[in-house]
């Protein structure tokens, strides 16, 4: 009977309990080693990335003043090209860059960041499952429009409308302005944070909000002191990495806001961010021996850190808000 019974599960396995564990652990350690081998593909990356930019940046230093760089107040990379060729000897001041680029950033944070948070507040909170299932792919929709499509919107629709808002109150807005740029940059990025608010509220255990309750407080009472007050750090995280997406975005600054680099706070102005003169200074051909193209380089390993910085303390901060409420 023993061996009819282990010939039966021969026959309905088609190999033996060895050979499948055996069979099973060559499968985990495919797996793994697949695992491991996309984990130093995506690392050694990285690090290529940041090497690249190093070299160049540390070429770039050689022939402009690491202090002239981040303390300048002053854009002008004319430079010229060959040594008997007269031109300006160029102007390499990060600082009205990063101006434009928090500017817009700050706009754009300012959209999104109450609309994003009232949404995800109603979609946790009020709204009943069939019409969360309609919302929230609407929603959706919106991180999944190029942001050229956005940069056409700010352009064609959006910076007439305010430039003729502006005329009738009185105000001198220009035809390529920061705000307009900044609110077409909220509107793309209104997903992304009211996403990641949604999953801190949704978060928040319901032992909480029960508590509320029976101590008589209402609904708009329990979210405004409880439930936001406990997911306060993951919303801070949601809104630091909508702004680390804001300060890399590209085509709706040239689109929007266009080439000027100006050191103003006048949201109505013209003015430039750090991600568009990068795609400036290497567009053409260019000789790579030039402190022009060599500031690109710059541009990047600065902006590269900046982002890294925001994303980490996002991350900090919303691990630490997951330690806490989990």
């Known amino acids: 009977m023993m061996v009819n019974a282990h010939h039966s599960d021969i026959g309905a396995r088609g190999y033996p309990p060895r050979a499948r564990s055996f069979k099973a652990k060559l499968i985990e350690k495919a797996v793994y080693t697949l695992l491991i081998a996309s984990s130093t593909i995506a690392i050694l990356t990285t690090i290529g990335i940041v090497l690249s930019l190093l070299f160049e940046t540390i070429r770039f230093f050689d022939q402009v003043s690491f202090l002239d760089f981040f303390f300048g107040l002053k854009w002008s990379p004319q430079t010229a090209m060959r040594s008997d060729q007269v031109g300006s000897s160029g102007s390499f001041g990060i600082v009205p860059l990063l101006a434009g680029t928090v500017l817009i950033s700050v706009i754009a944070l300012l959209v999104a960041g109450p609309i994003g948070l009232l949404a995800a507040i109603y979609l946790a909170e009020y709204a009943s499952a069939t019409v969360r299932s309609i919302v929230k792919p609407i929603l ?62 949704s978060a928040v255990p319901q032992s909480l909000r029960e508590g509320s309750y029976g101590l008589g407080a209402t609904q708009s009472e329990t979210i405004r002191k409880v439930v936001l007050a ?97």
């Open 140 to 201: 959706e929709i919106l991180a999944g429009i190029p942001t050229v499509v956005y940069g056409f919107f700010a352009a064609l629709a959006l910076s007439p409308l305010l430039r003729g808002a502006g005329e009738a109150a009185g105000l001198d807005i220009s035809s390529e302005s920061a705000l307009a740029a900044g609110i077409a940059m909220g509107i793309m990025i209104i997903p992304l944070i009211s996403s990641i608010t949604e999953d801190v509220i």
């Open 230 to 326: 406990a997911a306060l750090p993951g919303i801070v995280g949601g809104m630091l990495l909508g702004a680390s997406r804001a300060i890399g975005e590209t085509m709706i600054v040239v689109m929007a806001a266009g080439l000027s680099a100006k050191l103003t706070a006048n949201p109505l102005e013209a003015v430039t961010t750090v991600t568009v003169q990068i795609v400036s200074l290497l567009t053409g051909d260019q000789e790579f021996d030039s402190a022009k193209t060599l500031s690109a380089f710059a541009l990047g390993l600065t902006l590269l850190i900046i982002t890294l910085i925001m994303n980490m303390i996002a991350v900090h901060i919303v691990n630490t808000y997951r330690e806490r409420y989990e």
